[in-house]
């Protein structure tokens, strides 16, 4: 069985004091390749130093998370010159997105929407997929998306609905949609029958570590090891056989982000 993460973040200060660790567990539990994502300016130097460490177990991308939304020019400015900078170590750009969770009001929302379009368009430059975030926003994501006609995105610890997720496949049959730890909640009832009813060609496995830790670990500092907890689960709902779970979802992962195995 080979397993991949598609959607973690190792340079977290829960993961990286004891990273070897972490990812030793992770290859002892078949979990092969890691896509560490970054979030802010301040973690891209930390993802590619991380995967010069393990060359041939961890992958990069790099964005700037909506949650930065509100810094400067100079900082946005400064973020995408080191992203084009460095385009040729990253398999994707991401995390971006747009977050209204935490607030809704005009110059937020303005700001978010600017960086996800610059963003966008610098994944259309260089023909690179796109890793979203999408908290209490999918429908503007979905408009945006539409508009700058991306073809290649993967909506990260999808939380939408099921008509939601058949309007994205419409857009393009390259869309994917990550599934986590959240699978195995048992309050998780709108997820689990979206991974019943869309095909397992649509899905990437992940685990968003240290966030969201599945059960029975629920709470607790997430790890990649935990991602075969996770396959158990998408396996049992689609009534498939655990090891034809994982090979699917790896491959999923790997075409996606153009991984050479």
């Not at 963003?119 to 259309?124: D, E, F, M, P």
Request: with cysteine.
């Amino acid at each position: 069985m080979n397993i991949i993460d598609c959607h973690l973040h190792l340079y977290d200060e829960k993961l990286v004091n004891d990273l070897d660790a972490v990812i030793k567990e992770a290859c002892s539990n078949n979990v092969r390749y890691l896509v560490n994502n970054s979030d802010s300016f301040s973690s891209f130097d930390k993802v590619l130093n991380i995967k010069k460490n393990y060359p041939s177990t961890c992958f990069s991308t790099l964005g700037i998370h909506p949650e930065y939304a509100l810094e400067d020019d100079s900082y946005f400015n400064r973020s995408f010159k080191y992203i084009e900078d460095n385009i040729d170590k990253i398999v994707a750009i991401g995390e971006i997105g747009l977050d209204y969770h935490y607030s809704k009001e005009d110059n937020v929302v303005r700001r978010q929407k600017e960086a996800f379009i610059s963003q966008l368009k610098i994944a259309k430059k260089f023909s690179l997929p796109v890793v979203i975030h999408a908290r209490d926003s999918l429908n503007d994501v979905y408009k945006i998306l539409k508009e700058e006609k991306i073809k290649k995105a993967y909506l990260h610890c999808y939380s939408g609905s099921l008509q939601q997720i058949k309007e994205f496949i419409k857009l393009s049959d390259n869309y994917r949609f990550g599934v986590g730890g959240v699978i195995t909640f048992k309050n998780a009832r709108v997820l689990k029958d979206i991974v019943k009813e869309i095909d397992l060609k649509y899905f990437l496995s992940e685990t968003d570590a240290p966030y969201l830790a599945p059960t029975p670990f629920r709470g607790e500092r997430n790890k990649p090891s935990y991602l075969p907890l996770i396959i158990k689960e998408i396996a049992d709902i689609k009534g498939m056989d655990e090891d034809k779970t994982a090979e699917i979802l790896f491959n999923n992962g790997v075409s996606f982000y153009g991984i050479q195995i």
